[in-house]
């Protein structure tokens, strides 16, 4: 199992389940039971979800009385976008490239063929 920061929260990320947790965190902190209601699965499906999660550092759960808020820590996904980052400048180098061969096909003159003959 990797341990590197960015390879754990690659691996919390992977599965849809936590990323639709994450998104619902988004609006603030919530209970394991508010997180478990859009899925059909049960809360302790849901707390494993919940542990990898905070095992990636995208979430902390505090104790208040008997409730238990999770609460979104976005600096992995930093991270993340980061790592993604690099990538940016060859996506941009290959779009302006086909950006400038439209263009150049573009200014080409049309020949159109007379279906008359």
């Known amino acids: ?66 409730w238990r808020p999770c609460r979104l820590e976005a600096d992995p996904l930093q991270d993340v976008a980061s790592w993604i980052g690099q990538y940016r400048q060859f996506w941009e180098e290959n779009l302006d490239r086909l950006d400038d061969y439209l263009t150049k096909l573009q200014a080409e003159p049309q020949t159109q063929e007379n279906p008359n003959g």
């Open 1 to 66: 199992m990797p341990t590197d920061p960015l390879s754990v929260t690659f691996a919390a990320l992977a599965d849809p389940t936590r990323r639709a947790i994450l998104a619902r965190l988004t609006q603030g902190e919530a209970s394991v039971t508010e997180l478990a209601k859009p899925f059909q699965m049960s809360l302790p499906a849901i707390s494993k979800h919940l542990k990898v999660l905070e095992r990636a550092g995208l979430i902390t759960r505090s104790q208040e009385a008997q």
